[in-house]
């Protein structure tokens, strides 16, 4: 942990938090022991690639993960453990204080209820409004998410917008009652290039105009780069490394995140090999001992293996789990 | 790997344990194959001599399964009636499920007014229950199993027909299709070597549970006295010896049921097993 | 067009192709007019031998439709394809085979490219088998030679796709397209679904096979960082057709076309600190049943004026080389810089 004392309060506290699901080949960990936190008004990225367990991580926060499934740790929000409050107390803070922006728009949205349903259906629930008010929020709500016409589109259904346009109506329902912490998992994955910079920087415009804390989910390290003030990076259901966009782009710390970013196409030298990581994402019934990434990794030693190793401090604000981190910062730079 | 493959794995530890279906239907199958092969082998008396001596007696270490009003062994009766009723299954089925598979597939792969034609067969078809549909062919052609064969045969053959049809439409959207088609492949290789693997399984199924549901339909028209004609020893025809017999000998007719039940139990599971073994993986 | 050195070896003028929308009866009995998605609305192009040409779009553009007008998996309505001076939609019956053995497709999804019933070795050797490639007894050897070329272990042959990864199943679906010894490969969106790490190996792996087998590679993909990388010269569509082609290294240095800009501008840098709060581009993706008139990207485009909502744009050469179709790019007095 940094010893500079941070003058941003936490909003979101996550102390080994674990996900484990009941499987044939014995017990999994979709998300094993991860620590994070997330203060007031920044945006976290949590990214990874397919089997990180990053998805999973952002459900687990507010328990949306089904049987057989089983949470473990603590997700103190405000001040308020997520994991050990009771049901009831979940409900009130779900949709109210805490929103979340799914990839699918198209299986987000109730297809047989029109956008004004929905909304007020949120409304409704989280707000002492009354109808009149309601419906002035809800035209309040599709103007601020840059929907053309917002009057007039109440009353579609969803499948009548467009894959932009859904996801606007999807942030305008998760806005309703002005939740102070967004959770968005994948929010712009299925979309076109130019519409995925529109929500983003909606996104981003939102969150200065509400204050609102974001926790981003993605595999996208372009989309990290422009939206994210922090980012943690995940594989295996851990955290490999953690820290400011700027800093860990500039100075990855971890071997997996230099790979990472090594193997994406640069501005470098057209039509030369990338740089690519050998092996595939290993499956989470077989994780070698130590640490998770070693079968892969071209800075592996034996020291590697033995032990899951633990997240230090490499930086101000900036935390590696990788015994090599030093090696890392004195190779090639990553992009 | 995703949550949502998690917890399919969970499900599937439970899959495993409920092999047993498949094993269990195929002993049942399997035995009733042998019945019907070797039923002389089996049976312990002439399944239609009288015995005036024995008539109407109740199940006993003689006759296990009691006599009939004439004084017929009903066990032997039963067993030579597996060989009867398991050619019933296959006959019943096999006109259906080839024909129906060849019109399926090419009204599946081509579409274009053969299908719409098709379409419309279909509804016509399925507008009528199935059992006085043959019942109506055998009514115009007479009694007896032939007959019967080829009045199933005539109507049997569009729900096969409708099943491959839509699993090929499906398979056909699958880029190894399209794969096949840009790697210069002919349709009938594609049909035959690609398409048809790939969709079979439902058809496959279908006709298990189909197995079972002829024999009900062949014991039902020779319990009407339109199928096999007595003294022949098939099911339907036992039963209907004994139905003025219920309250009185009730042997006769619930062993040849509860054969049937049992017959189209092991058909069943083994439908089920093969929908199991045969799931695609992903 | 002047005698080039190398004539092209792949030519397409103005293709066209419209997937009819059925109409309901009752729309029939009311005569409304009939909906097409107008997937390719004139596409011109031409290949040269040993280029990579990248091809990029959105959704709607028709990126992939062309790829498979291109094999005649789709037929297209009109225009011309010409592959090594033959037309290619003419081909019929063993000529058309025989195109098939030029020009193969890699698809985008592992998941559904290879038949889930064959084993790899059936796969490999069905293709040699159909085409009477090798004499039976020399098939063994040529399979164990095409896996190798993927670098897939040799212990590949006998297993099914499903206990493969994404990136291994890619590999086969490039090992099957090699098989028939192509000499172009048109790779529809060839690593999107995989995981970014694995995306290099199959990019690098494109990349070496290239080179070592002399082919001509069209890569259609959406992802811009891609296409810069492996690309000669790319070519970027809108709504069916072709809006700016040009040398790659000039038109990721001076994209003349507003769409390309855009384009450009959206795709997300990987230098956190050059941001920016602004959107590239307003508006929507317009649908291909209803392409506005005149120029097709007017309705978002901030330099539109009066005549690029009556006329439409076609590609003209631009100074310095390149092909752009705009009208406010061909002006005679220099565009603003955006």
Known sequence: MTAARDPVPLALEIRGLTTSFATAEGVVRAVDGIDLELRTGEVLGLVGESGSGKSVALRSLVRLVRAPGRIEGQALWLGRDLIAMPEADLLEVRGKEIAMIFQEPMTALNPVLTVRQQIDENLKAHTGLGRAERARRAIELLDLVGIPSAAERLNDYPHQFSGGMRQRVMIAIALASEPRLLLADEPTTALDVTIQDQILKLLLELRDRLGMSVILVTHDLGVVAQTCDRVAVMYAGRIMEVGPVVELFRNPRHAYTWGLLGSIPGAGAVRQPLRSIEGTPPSLADLPPGCAFAPRCAFVTDACRQGRPALVAVGPDHRSACVHHDRVARSDPAA | ?282 | MSCPPEAPLLEVRNLAKAFPIRRTALQTLRCTRRRAIHALNGVSLTVRRGETLGIVGESGCGKSTLARCLVRLIEADAGTIRYDGVDVRQLAGPERRAFNRRVQLIFQDPYSSLNPRMTVRQTLAEALAVHRLRPSREIPNRIAELLALVYLPRDALDRYPHEFSGGQRQRIGIARALSVEPECLIADELVSALDVSVQAQVINLLLELQDRLHLTVLFVAHDLRLVRHISHRVAVMYLGRIVEHDRTDRLFREPRHPYTQALLGAAPELDPTRRSRTAAVRGELPSPVEIPAGCPFHPRCPHAFEVCRSQRPELDRRRGGGWVACHLAMAPTPPTTL
């Open chain 2, 1 to 282: 790997m995703r949550a949502a493959a998690l917890e399919s794995r969970a499900v599937g530890r439970l899959r495993r344990q409920v092999r047993a279906p498949l094993i269990t239907g195929a002993l049942i199958i399997g035995l009733s194959l042998v019945l019907a092969a070797l039923p002389g082998w089996f049976a312990p008396y002439d399944p239609l001599a009288f015995d005036y001596a024995a008539l109407l007696q109740p199940p006993s270490l003689a006759h296990p399964f009691g006599t009939d009003n004439f004084g017929r062994d009903i066990l032997s009766r039963v067993i030579w009636g597996y060989r009867l009723d398991m050619q019933i299954a296959f006959f019943g089925t096999v006109f259906p499920i080839l024909f129906g598979c060849l019109i399926g597939a090419l009204v599946g792969y081509y579409g274009g007014w053969p299908d719409v034609v098709f379409g419309r067969v279909v509804d016509a078809v399925i507008t009528f229950p199935f059992l006085v549909l043959v019942i109506a062919i055998v009514a115009v052609l007479g009694p007896g199993l032939i007959n019967m064969y080829i009045a199933v045969g005539v109507v049997g053959w569009v729900f096969y027909a409708r099943l491959l049809r839509a699993e090929i439409r499906i398979q056909k959207q699958q880029d190894y299709a399209s794969a096949g088609k840009v790697m210069g492949y002919g349709d009938a290789r594609i049909i035959l070597r690609h398409l048809l693997p790939n969709a079979i399984t439902p058809v496959l199924v279908f006709w298990m549970t189909d197995m079972a549901l002829v024999i009900l339909l062949g014991s039902s028209l020779g319990y009407l006295g339109l199928g096999a004609q007595p003294p022949a020893a098939e099911w339907g025809v036992l039963i209907a010896d004994g139905k003025n017999f219920m309250s009185t000998a009730w042997w006769i007719s619930i062993f040849p049921g509860l054969a049937i039940v049992l017959t189209g139990l092991g058909f069943s599971l083994i439908g089920d097993g093969i929908a199991d073994l045969l799931r695609p993986q992903r």
